[in-house]
């Protein structure tokens, strides 16, 4: 007859690939054994061995071998005991089998077979070191399995909190000035050990956290030196009870993370390989050819290359300058984050991100369609040259602030033709210099007066693209007014005075 039996838990199995969630953490004994509701006893094997169990399995069978899996809690209640055992070896092989299957422990219930615990089983216990529980006739064994059941959930709630916290605490680090370093370090201390970066070269590039022993050291560089993108992208062993991983970077460089920690919890694998994941990111950025393209950009715009000379190493055509800023932002707080720039960036098709105090600032290639993000309010300039990337700057910056008034999502710098294309220029501009010559000196005054003409002397529109006090809009207008000489509710000097402001 087959084994009747109550599994807790399925076995987890083992995965090439990393998990999506941390396997289920191993109950200790002694935790089940503290449960004043059950009144379990330790009767028989070592009194503290450390000992923990997968799952509990109610078994019957004679013979609990085949049908074991390791680590179990195996639970009877000695039907299978014969009437007349006698001073035989029935225990002895009963209990050595079980060992050999690699249970973990041995529940024996007191009712209804038998009225206590069989001698020769506890000699045979402590014979071969497997705890034997006594369970009590008021305790079911429906009950112990619940119990480990119950565990088992608190561990694994557990561990999936501590793997949420760790994600978090690796991509702050990240984003700090010094990301590599940074993430070494929060990765040492989630895993209570000790973490190294490894050059191609298989030199220790950078470490965080306590130094493991020489022999320990020296076995987790060999580790390292097996690993490879692709298979096997990571390897693990122990040495003198500390366990080593290696996990080879996906940048495809060579580049290594190694860990040595004095245990292996059930969620360190995912921390470990989320850590090699940012570590990839980080790595590969520099020495990829678009990476390093980027920063020959950089350094020549800083030595005093021409826009229009750097654009080719980013790539031909027009460009268009996008402003966001996240919907929940306020003036008094720094936001975004650097992890929240970089994505959106890659949302919109562009690396070459600015992470200002509250505004994002992307480059993005024209040909690229700008599209609304959740929880974004952009601002993109028209299609402009390498040479006139400045002046987009500017038209993202209006169009966002125009964008933030009116609460739409994005708002487009208007590039059609207007009234000052038939004007030349040189007059245009000599003319709003003169024009504007009273508050020029006060920039506040010029911005001020603009966003209120183009949000159409809207106070509290243009508070809100402002950051400030419709009061303070209210005192900005009637100083310009009073400066320029002008009556601001006369459309016509609205109009000349809107003309004049678009040629600054």
Known sequence: MPDQSVPVASPVPVASSV????????????????????????????????????????????????????????????????????????????????????????????????????????????????????????????????????????????????????????????????????????????????????????????????????????ALTELAGVVRPGSPSSATDTLAGTHLAAYALGAGQGFVLGAAAPRRDPGDHIIASLAAVLLSLLTGEHHSGAGAARSSALVRLLLGAAPEAVAPLLGAGRWVVVHARPDTARPDTHAPDAMAASALGAALGSPLVDLARDVVRVLVPADRETTPQPGWTFGVSAPVDPREWALADTQAARALARARATRTPLVHHAARPALADLVPAEDAVSHARALLAPVAGTPALTETLRTWLSLHGSWDRTAVALSVHRNTVRQRVARCAALLDADLDDPDVRMELWFALRQR
């Open 19 to 218: 998990p999506a969630v941390p396997p289920t953490p191993p109950v200790p004994l002694s935790a089940l054994l503290a449960r004043e509701d059950l009144a379990l006893r330790l009767v028989a094997g070592p009194p503290d061995t450390g000992t923990v169990i997968h799952w509990a399995q109610t078994s019957e069978m004679a013979d609990p071998y085949p049908y074991l899996l390791g680590g179990e809690l195996l639970l009877t209640a000695g039907v299978h005991i014969p009437d007349a055992v006698g001073s035989g070896t029935y225990f002895d092989d009963y209990v050595s089998r079980i060992v050999a299957a690699g249970g973990a422990a041995l529940g024996f219930g007191v009712a209804p077979v038998h009225d206590t615990v069989p001698r020769a089983l506890v000699a045979a216990c402590d014979a071969h070191e497997l705890p034997l529980v006594e369970v009590p006739p008021r305790t079911t064994f429906a009950a112990v399995a619940r119990a480990v059941w119950q565990l088992m959930a608190q561990a694994r709630h557990a561990e999936l909190r501590r793997v949420a916290e760790a994600q978090q605490s690796l991509a702050a680090a990240a984003s700090r000035p010094d990301p590599v370093p940074a993430v070494l370090r929060q990765l040492a201390r989630r895993v209570g050990g000790w973490a190294v970066l490894y050059g191609p070269e298989g030199a220790e590039l950078a470490t965080a956290g306590r130094e493991p022993g020489d022999a320990a050291r020296t």
